[in-house]
């Protein structure tokens, strides 16, 4: 696509912010490349591949060969600035070490090496493998006698880097083949972000987007660390503080975040939720609500059931033998019309603000400090300063990531997020909101296409045998009920949204006669999620399955565990650009490792077109610039060469339940033409009239009766009759100078730039900051970003959480497992009794039987633990560690003490070291940094040591990997895994 830059003094002024921020020592600005290098050049547009943030590129080429990428001026997000990993996608394209793979590689049962075959000889033994292993291990109809499809040997892992096109049509492919094993990035760094924020406003994203940082006037960063992990957001922090902001860091460990903020607080890893109710509790104490915001928009002057109650640790309705809850205590008292009972003056003993002030009453400022380490004085000014923000004109954002997630409370840390932000009225507001910060370039729009056990695209629950037989009670169990007239309660609409994405998948078999083919959806039998996945596969469950873009062996908790369980596959396809750790496990114990591997090289993020989403939501369109290397195909293509070979089988041979398969609507490939157009794709994600066939305007124009076909309806209206709207690059920054950029890409859902927006006015619709406006009611219409809701109801007629039943912020909430308020518990390894309830963890987090000699105690393990990334290295590191400027700038794996355990230790910079934990062992290097220092908390001190995780030994660049370390335990809610809090000794090596 033809390029308009931006006139010289546009970019001058782009390359010239870069520098500024270059001063910082982490980033690097856009170089103005020289025009006569470029001269005649073909130019074309890109999404940088890293993190979420979304950054645009130019890639520039010549005779088909990229000669140049740099930071796309006109870019609203980046503005021609790149970090490191952004300004070295040069070398994953042209790698000038020869890593990237070109050919097909085959490894036989037994053998020590690859050998090269066709793509034709591998489709072909690849679509064998999943035919015989699906028609193994098909289960009809479990021991209950219900239908459930469910294809039990297969699994898929993967994805979070795939174009949202690609994730379509794996999420599908797996869902056709009946594939419950079904997760992938998402599960193990923000999956309790969605489960913590869906339980709290109603949809688990990012409320805001990169570029509104700018409008905050405070900004807590806790748990992440975006001046190293997402460099360019930094340009909007930044922004805001020379607008007079106040940035606020609390990590474990004084980061290069930390080292640019006003106020710092260190705590010990694992005791969020301490300094958080901390936090809650100052507000309530001193009375720093948006009093009006508060009694309108959340939940706190409802009355909560009589049976609720809470005591040393346990919430009511607490099972010790199954440790989980009943939950039928935590909720509404409710009038004779079925409708929640409130109190608005907030003074009736069982309205949730003041439960609220019972329960919180224990986080005086001595109990943070005794629990988190930070000292009471530094606790308190943070508080005071955050909470300022509790006045109509002013606003504060919270930035977090996998400090935060990580844990197994993390879906509790997001929500006592939520609970702040709700109290002080900072939700649905510019400048507002609680940022979850993404890591992946695509896990936003790879979640929105449910590569995950637990949900459909756009975020229907997937059927369970035991609860949903058939549609009819699916829907009874998944459509919520409200009699509230002021709650819009938009998930009412699920049936047209679930029915339309059968059409699409199943077209003229779906009928209303056989439920639109609602049983030729796999039924789970049990939640999945990567922990367990894993578990069934060292069981020796699981047969074969296939890795998209993914390196487990470095990035799965209890790495060595998950690498050991590779071993016991039939067989194994993984598609990658390059060798990774995870499709080379089997060469150190080759002899003994009888899987068959398929290695399946893949194009590059600019070597094919398709669109991502980033944290933000803005799905954004990427352009192919070349071509991939040899024999190298993208994703798209080889999901739809597997699939139309398996079906192929099907139909020749028959075999398990081939329906699904055999009868699917997949069609991405026009006439004539061998490889499958991601637009075509794009368009059924969109969604269209099944008989006209015509691109619908938004889900708005979803129907329940088979009339409508849509892949994703939270995407719909991203391509409609006038085109593909994520291909837009208008740069009108929109109403009241906020930054939306409406004309810019697109975003879920319906172009909407800041989620529950409702909530950023008052009953009248006027804007609660005047100064700080970009959604208001006229007195007849909405004027400013796209409001949520539907445009036909004012201010004073519906509430703003339009995604929760009640229409309102959830303070108290039953959307969650582990209680509908937030508690303090330790991590499952802890050196420290919990000083607040005689139950020391989360009483509700699953153990499976399996691992349960997997941890370790303090007597042994000393130390805390702790993982964290660089701005040099990526994830688990295959995209960065082949790249040389990339090794260069940080080659070793290595871990940071404090100089008091170096001195303990005898450990000096630069020595090798051993940490141990009871999973394990690994070598690294040590830095001695004043950075780390340890907390003394209720008398004992404690030392942490931090360990960078992208190492592992598969790629140029090597090293152990941190996450031998880590164990198998996770949220309760999600099962994400606790890889921020564990339990190590450490000794020179
Ligand atoms: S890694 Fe993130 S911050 Fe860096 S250039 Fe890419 S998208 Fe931007």
């Not at 565990?561 to 390059?578: N, Q, S, T, Y």
């Not at 997949?666 to 009239?689: F, K, M, Q």
């Not at 090597?958 to 949220?971: E, Q």
Request: charged share 25%.
């Amino acid at each position: 696509m033809p390029v308009t830059r931006r006139n010289f003094l546009k970019l001058s002024g782009a390359t010239a912010a870069g520098a500024f921020l270059g001063g910082t020592s982490f980033l690097t600005g856009c170089g103005s490349t020289s025009v006569d290098k470029l001269k005649g050049a073909k130019e074309s547009t890109t999404i940088c591949p890293y993190c979420g943030v979304g950054c645009g590129l130019i890639v520039s080429t010549r005779g088909g060969k990229i000669i140049n990428i740099e930071g796309d001026p006109d870019h609203p997000i980046n503005q021609g600035s790149l970090c490191a990993k952004g300004n070295a996608i040069y070398q994953i394209a042209i790698n000038p070490i020869k890593r990237r793979l070109d050919k097909v590689q085959y490894r036989r049962p037994g053998g020590d090496k690859w050998e090269e075959i066709s793509w034709d000889q591998a489709i072909k033994m690849i679509a064998r493998r999943v035919k015989d292993t699906r028609d193994k291990t098909f289960i009809e109809k479990d021991n209950n006698g219900v239908t459930v499809n469910r294809a039990s040997g297969l699994f898929s892992l993967g994805g979070a880097a795939l174009d949202n096109e690609e994730c379509y049509l794996v999420s599908k492919f797996a869902r056709l083949l009946g594939i419950t094993y079904l997760e992938h990035q998402a599960r193990l760094c923000h999956s309790s972000t969605v489960a913590g924020l869906a339980a709290t406003f109603g949809r688990g994203i990012m409320t805001n987007h990169w570029i509104d940082i700018k409008n905050a006037d405070v900004i807590l960063v806790m748990g992440s660390n975006p001046a190293e992990n997402h460099p360019i957001s930094f340009r909007w922090i930044q922004k805001a503080r020379d607008n007079g902001a106040k940035l606020i860091v609390v990590d474990p460990r004084f980061t290069r975040s930390a080292s640019l903020a006003d106020l710092y607080g260190s705590i010990r890893p694992g005791t969020d939720l301490a300094f958080l109710g901390g936090i809650i509790n100052y507000i309530l104490q001193n009375d720093r609500i948006q009093r009006d915001y508060v009694v309108e928009y959340t939940n706190a002057a409802y009355l909560v059931h009589e049976g609720y109650s809470f005591k040393d640790g346990l919430f009511s309705g607490y099972d010790a033998a199954k440790r989980s809850y009943d939950r039928s205590t935590w909720t509404y008292q409710l009038d004779e019309k079925g409708i929640p009972k409130q109190d608005k003056s907030l003074k009736d003993k069982r309205c949730v603000y003041q439960l609220m002030k019972e329960h919180y009453s224990r986080y005086t400022p001595e109990v943070v400090e005794k629990i988190t380490g930070c000292p009471k004085e530094t606790f308190l000014e943070i508080a005071d300063l955050f909470t300022s923000t509790h006045k109509p004109d002013k606003v504060a954002t919270i930035l977090y990531a996998m400090g935060t997630t990580q844990h197994t409370v993390g879906t509790q840390n997001i929500r006592a997020y939520g609970i702040i932000q709700l109290l002080l009225g900072n939700v649905g507001l510019a400048g507002g909101g609680i940022n979850a910060m993404r890591g992946e370039s695509n896990v936003q729009g790879s979640t929105d296409a449910a590569l995950l056990w637990h949900i459909l695209p756009g975020y229907n629950p997937v059927p369970e045998a035991a609860k949903h037989k058939n549609l009819e009670e699916y829907f009874k169990a998944v459509v919520p009920k409200s009699n509230d007239p002021m709650s819009i309660n938009w998930w009412q609409h699920r049936p047209k949204y679930v029915i339309s994405m059968l059409k699409a998948w199943f077209g003229d078999a779906a009928t209303k006669d056989n439920d639109f083919c609602f049983d030729w959806l796999p039924k789970a039998e049990k939640p999945t999620p990567h922990i367990v996945l894993f578990e069934d596969m060292y069981a020796g469950k699981l047969k074969g399955g296939f890795l998209w873009g993914t390196n487990t062996v470095v990035g799965g908790p209890n790495s060595a565990k998950e690498a050991k369980a590779l071993e016991k596959l039939d067989w194994l396809v993984a598609i990658d650009l390059w060798e990774t750790d995870t499709s080379i496990y089997w060469k150190e114990n080759y002899k003994n490792v009888k899987t068959e591997v398929f290695l399946l090289p893949a194009a590059s993020s600019v070597e094919k077109e398709g669109s991502i989403t980033n944290s933000g939501r803005w799905a954004q369109w990427r352009y192919k610039a070349m071509n991939p290397p040899g024999d190298a195909k993208s994703d798209l293509e080889i999901v739809d060469l597997i699939f139309n070979e398996v079906r192929q089988l099907y139909k020749k041979e028959n075999g398990k339940f081939p329906d699904p398969i055999v009868k699917a609507n997949w069609n991405y490939t026009h006439e004539g033409h061998h490889e499958p157009d991601p637009e075509l794709v794009a368009r059924e994600i969109n969604g269209y009239d099944w008989k006209s066939k015509k691109q619908l305007d938004s889900f708005m124009d979803l129907k329940d009766d088979g009339t409508t076909a849509c892949g994703n309806w939270i995407y719909g209206g991203s391509f409609t009759e006038k085109g593909n709207l994520m291909k837009r690059r208008g740069l009108d920054e929109g109403p009241g100078n906020t930054g939306l950029y409406p004309e810019w890409a697109w975003a879920w859902p319906l172009n909407r730039r800041i989620a529950y927006n409702r909530a950023a006015v008052n009953r009248k619709g006027e804007p609660w900051d005047p100064k700080r406006w970009f959604i208001k009611w006229t007195g007849s219409q909405w004027k400013g970003d796209v409001v949520d809701g539907g445009a036909k109801f004012g201010p004073e007629a519906k509430n703003p959480f339009i995604m929760n039943s009640e229409g309102v912020g959830k303070l108290f909430s039953n959307s969650v497992v582990d209680g509908p308020l937030t508690e303090h518990y330790e991590p499952m390894e802890s050196p420290f009794v919990n000083i607040l309830n005689s139950q020391k963890v989360n009483p509700a987090s699953l153990i499976l039987d399996s691992v349960k000699s997997e941890f370790g105690n303090p007597s042994q393990f000393p130390y805390v633990g702790t993982s964290y990334r660089l701005v040099e290295h990526w994830q688990a590191g295959a995209m960065t560690r082949n790249l040389p400027w990339l090794n260069e700038l940080v080659p070793d794996m290595f871990c940071e003490i404090s100089p008091s355990l170096a001195k303990k230790k005898n450990i000096k910079t630069g020595d090798m070291v051993k940490i141990k934990s009871q999973r394990g062992n690994i070598k690294a290097r040590a830095l001695v940094t004043e950075r780390i220092q340890p907390w003394t908390t209720g008398g004992k001190e404690i030392e942490m040591v931090g360990m960078v995780w992208h190492f592992g030994h598969g790629c140029a660049a090597s090293g152990d990997s941190c996450n031998i370390l880590t164990p198998h335990i996770g949220d309760a809610n999600t099962m994400i895994p606790e890889y921020k809090a564990f339990l190590v000794d450490i000794e020179k090596a």
